[in-house]
């Protein structure tokens, strides 16, 4: 478990950086300058009374956990299965002081408290049989079948209050009139099923295949799933004969891939829905819809890969050149 907690001044901005030497910080008796900055009609606050009234406070809570179960049968087979968590809960603490101003155009007297708790949740379980083997020291085969699930949600509550008197209280229940409140959720679903069968001859040649099928609920009903596959090769060519017994070049391998795949990490999960947005109408309470896409899918990629793996002078120098298209 994470924890964090961050203070910054509130509403300072720059003008903590342009503050005139001409205007005092603190007045004679001591007390603070509270409106140094004299404009008609705008409301400039002393930031170091800022940074000392104000709160915008920001505290976090992690809890990141992984538990597995591997069971190995038949000499070659293993079955594992796997859940993983990623719990976050951010609390958000905005405090205006009294006897500052909110913002430029609002004088003194106000006060202002802004609550906001945020939490989210990821859980992945994942299944996967693995086969591995070797035949004379020669073929080496390794093979993969795998399920996961994914379930991700999120939930955000918030309240803005005014008519904060008491200037040392902070809490949402000290100011007196609600100014707003919102609350939000959403909750998204990945179903992948995918498999890997990986083989090598001795070391100097190399295959692999993937493939995979995704579902995701951010996306419509004709769209939910996609099928992705790829493919790879490789030469270890300091390996053969014709390169084996040089004293420059300790190791080259010549690899290759092609293949597609999809992503839907950047997607809102409620683009695919109309939305529907309270509002008014000739004075009375209606609706706006916001139109979705129920069309949108998978956000998909071919890429081709070409790469050379090189080793000089005994190891000493190490490096990689690829061509890659996306």
Request: hydrophobic share 30%.
């Amino acid at each position: 478990v994470a924890a964090n907690n961050d203070e910054t001044i509130n509403g300072a901005g720059g003008f903590i950086y342009s503050v005139s030497p001409l205007n005092p910080v603190r007045l004679q008796d001591g007390a603070y300058n509270l409106q140094p900055f004299l404009y008609p009609g705008l409301y400039f606050n002393n930031p170091v009374a800022e940074y000392e009234y104000n709160i915008n406070r920001t505290q976090s809570y992690r809890m990141l956990g992984d538990f597995y179960t591997e069971i190995s049968f038949l000499n070659h087979f293993s079955f594992r299965t796997n859940i993983g968590t990623d719990i976050l809960l951010g609390q958000i603490k905005q405090k205006n002081d009294p006897r500052l101003s909110i913002n430029f155009g609002t004088p003194p007297g106000t006060g202002q408290i802004i609550d906001i708790n945020r939490f989210s949740s990821r859980i992945i379980l994942n299944n996967t049989l693995r086969y591995a083997n070797s035949y004379n020291n020669k073929h080496f085969i390794n093979f993969l079948l795998g399920q996961e699930a994914q379930k991700e949600q999120t939930k955000i509550l918030s309240a803005t209050k005014t008519g904060l008197s008491i200037s040392y209280l902070d809490d949402l229940n000290s100011a007196t009139n609600l100014e707003d409140a919102s609350g939000s959720s959403s909750k998204a679903t990945l179903l992948s099923y995918f498999s890997q069968l990986d083989y090598n001859y001795d070391n100097r040649y190399f295959l692999s295949l993937n493939g995979r099928r995704d579902g995701s609920s951010k996306f419509g009903e004709k769209n939910k799933y996609g099928n992705y596959w790829a493919v790879g090769i490789g030469w270890v060519l300091s390996s053969e004969e014709f390169l084996k017994y040089n004293n420059w070049l300790s190791f080259a391998k010549l690899r290759g891939s092609i293949g597609t795949s999809g992503n839907s990490a950047s997607l809102n999960v409620l683009t695919q829905y109309n939305l529907v947005n309270p509002g008014n109408y000739n004075n009375l309470p209606a609706g706006t819809v916001s139109p979705g896409n129920p069309q949108i899918g998978w956000e998909e990629s071919f890429n081709t890969d070409i790469g050379l793996e090189f080793g000089l002078l005994k190891q000493r120098i190490n490096g990689t050149i690829d061509l890659y298209n996306r």
